[in-house]
């Protein structure tokens, strides 16, 4: 079955720092990976996402991730955080391959950005 | 509509009661799933409609939990007897259906059990 960890359940950076979250998956093949946003009472809002090729992949608000398979990591960043950036990330696996995107969250990384 | 939405956004109800939660998906998404949040916690998968095939049931932790839909439009989630570990948010999402679909969700209802 797959999984997703997330390591960092809360990370506080200062506004203008560079930013890191780290994600983890498990899965026995090529897997569809996600990173979401979710602000206070809002619903979660896709951030970017990978399928194939380029493992650098580029997503909105100045985010971007790596895929690397050896790893079997997703890691996400932004070379310069703002403050409306605080808010609880997460990294998601699909399984690829199925004939439906049911997708496996792990526990969320909660950002706090001191100003 | 525009986006996917959720009522109510709030519902407290007490131990033992019945709650139906609604989801009204985007307009000409053929795919609808169901997340649980616990506080604290990332989503769980809990059931998975796509048209008129038999929805994948696979997440929902017990009999007490139901969901209907019809055809492609509004789904009903329902939690039958609630208990206090029912108490989360419950996330409803829809896509185009295909694996590499994105998944739009809904802000939520919070539920919480007395």
Not at chain 1, 30 to 46: A, D, E
Not at chain 1, 85 to 105: H, I, M, P, Q
Not at chain 2, 21 to 50: K, M, N, V
Request: hydrophobic residues 30%; glycine residues 12%.
């Amino acid at each position: 079955a797959q999984s997703v960890t997330q390591p960092d359940i809360h990370i506080t950076v200062s506004e203008g720092a560079s930013l890191e979250l780290r994600c983890n998956y498990s899965y026995g093949a090529t897997p569809y990976l996600f990173w979401y946003v979710q602000s206070p009472g809002q619903g979660l809002q896709l951030l970017l996402k990978y399928f194939s090729g380029d493992t650098l992949v580029q997503g909105i608000k100045g985010f971007e991730a790596e895929f690397k398979r050896s790893q079997s990591s997703f890691n996400l960043r932004k070379p310069s955080v703002h403050w409306s950036d605080a808010a609880e990330y997460f990294c998601a696996v699909g399984a690829g391959g199925t004939s439906y995107g049911k997708l496996t969250f792990g526990q969320g990384t909660i950002l706090t950005v001191h100003p | 509509g525009a986006g996917v939405s959720q009522s109510p956004s709030n519902k407290v109800t007490e131990k033992g009661k019945d709650v139906e939660l609604r989801c009204d998906p985007i307009s000409g998404h053929t795919a609808l799933y169901w997340y649980r949040q616990r506080l604290g916690q990332g989503l769980e998968f809990l059931i998975y409609f796509q048209g008129n095939s038999a929805p994948d049931k696979s997440g929902l932790p017990s009999d007490r939990f139901s969901a209907e839909r019809t055809g492609e439009s509004v789904s009903t989630l329902t939690i039958q007897r609630t208990q206090q570990e029912d108490s989360a948010v419950y996330l409803c999402a829809s896509s185009k259906g295909g694996a590499r679909d994105i998944q739009y969700f809904g802000a939520g209802t919070r539920l919480s059990v007395l």
